[in-house]
């Protein structure tokens, strides 16, 4: 893979986590407002009033950027992305290294060379994908031509996790994990 995808994968994969980052923090401060003042608690759908009403074109939010309709993903593809990152990181739970590497694109098995290698980077550097005490799957995107999946994590210390998967989609009508970028919140569950 060359060094300008890298870069426009690392780039587009921060941007996707600062929106992420932002909506948990917004969500941790409506969570942590005084009950008693319904007033304080800000409106998260702007012009409410105007809910019926059917946008021009259909758009998803991530963060400050608008997605047009063309770039989401169907729900097909979505439940397949989902099934190949749930079987990968049972996988990693189950310390199946060869299992969790056959989900990975041939790009990335060739430059991890073996399974062995492959978890010994899992354990090193993405522990909460091994041991979490929960997960959600979060909105897909498609961003500059890259489907990303971001995995919520939640670690056995309370710690949120944001793990953002590149996936990649092959001949075969397949999908797999072409990276995954960890993103760390100051939030933690109480």
Not at 107 to 112: A, G, H, V
């Amino acid at each position: 893979m060359s060094v300008s995808r890298w870069v426009k994968i690392s780039v587009a994969l921060l941007v996707l986590a600062s929106g992420w980052l932002a909506f948990a923090n917004v969500a941790a401060a409506i969570e942590a407002a005084p009950k008693a003042a319904p007033k304080a608690v800000p409106k998260l759908t702007p012009n409410a009033e105007k809910l019926d009403a059917k946008p021009p074109a259909a758009t998803a939010k991530i963060g400050s950027a608008e997605i047009p309709e063309k770039n989401m993903l169907s729900k097909a593809d979505r439940e397949k992305i989902q099934r190949v990152i749930t079987l990968q990181l049972r996988a990693f739970e189950r310390d199946e290294a060869a299992i969790a590497f056959s989900y990975a694109t041939a790009d990335t098995r060739k430059y991890f060379g073996s399974p062995r290698q492959f978890m010994e980077m899992v354990r090193g550097g993405y522990a909460p994908l091994i041991k979490h005490s929960s997960r959600e799957f979060l909105k897909a995107a498609i961003v500059d031509g890259l489907t990303i999946q971001p995995v919520k994590f939640i670690t056995a210390d309370g710690d949120i996790v944001i793990a953002l998967y590149t996936m990649e989609h092959q001949a075969d009508n397949e999908w797999r994990i072409g990276g995954c970028e960890l993103a760390p919140s100051s939030l933690q569950v109480t």
